[in-house]
Structures are given as structure tokens and as C-alpha cells.
């Protein structure tokens, strides 16, 4: 498992595009430091992968996903790049951005993410 703990993490959605971001710049208008984008589109139907974007390059491009596990501290998911990995996320938010942070991981991971209390 590889471990990645960041300062912020944050959901959006665009239309049909989801994306959630972590990163540690306290700079909001732009990141320049560590960060990692997880994103997912429905509008064009694709291969149901999720793009990962990352200043680290172990997570950048376009992977397969098997399952994810929520809650207020952590996202982990396990993800298809050369062989099957885990990856967990690391984070602090209010509840009110866990609140959204959890409603597009819900939509962005289907049936593949489990909640853990």
C-alpha cells in the first residue's frame, strides 16, 4: 500500500465530469506544490476508467479501478496501473466539505465504494 497524506482535499463537478483533489498548497488559486487530481466522466461512454493526475508520476493517467473506501479521514483505492495497487489518501475537512467529498465519490466510484465508519 502507498500512503499519501495532503492538507486539503476538495470535490467538483462539472456536468457530466467529477473530479476530487488533494493537495497542500494553501494557495487557492492555483497549485504548486504536491497534489492529485482523480477524475471520471459519463458523458462519452468509455472503458470505465479514471484519470489521475499528479506531480508524483506513479499516478498519472488513465486506470482501472476495483473498489474504494471512504470516511472523514482517508480514501483508499485500489487501482489497475502495471499491477493491482493501494493507494490511500490522506486528509483533514470540515464536515460539510466531507459531505461533498463523499457525494462525488459516491457518483465518481459507483458500486465499487465502501463506506467504513
Not at 500500500?1 to 493537495?23: L, N
Not at 508524483?56 to 470516511?71: E, P, S, Y
Request: glycine fraction near 4%; include cysteine; charged fraction near 35%.
Amino acid at each position: 500500500m502507498i500512503e499519501k497524506i495532503f492538507k486539503h482535499a476538495s470535490a467538483s463537478e462539472a456536468g457530466d465530469y467529477y473530479q476530487v483533489s488533494f493537495d497542500d498548497d494553501d494557495d487557492t488559486e492555483g497549485i504548486n506544490g504536491r497534489y492529485l487530481l482523480i477524475q471520471r466522466q459519463f458523458e462519452f461512454a468509455d472503458d470505465d476508467s479514471y484519470y489521475f493526475e499528479s506531480d508524483d508520476r506513479r499516478f498519472c493517467g488513465h486506470v482501472k479501478v476495483r473498489a474504494a473506501a471512504l470516511n472523514s479521514e482517508f480514501l483508499s483505492i485500489d487501482f489497475l496501473a502495471d499491477e493491482w495497487t493501494t493507494l490511500r489518501i490522506r486528509y483533514a475537512v470540515s464536515q460539510d466539505d466531507f459531505d461533498k467529498l463523499e457525494r462525488i465519490v459516491r457518483i465518481m466510484f459507483e458500486d465499487k465504494v465502501f463506506p467504513l465508519d
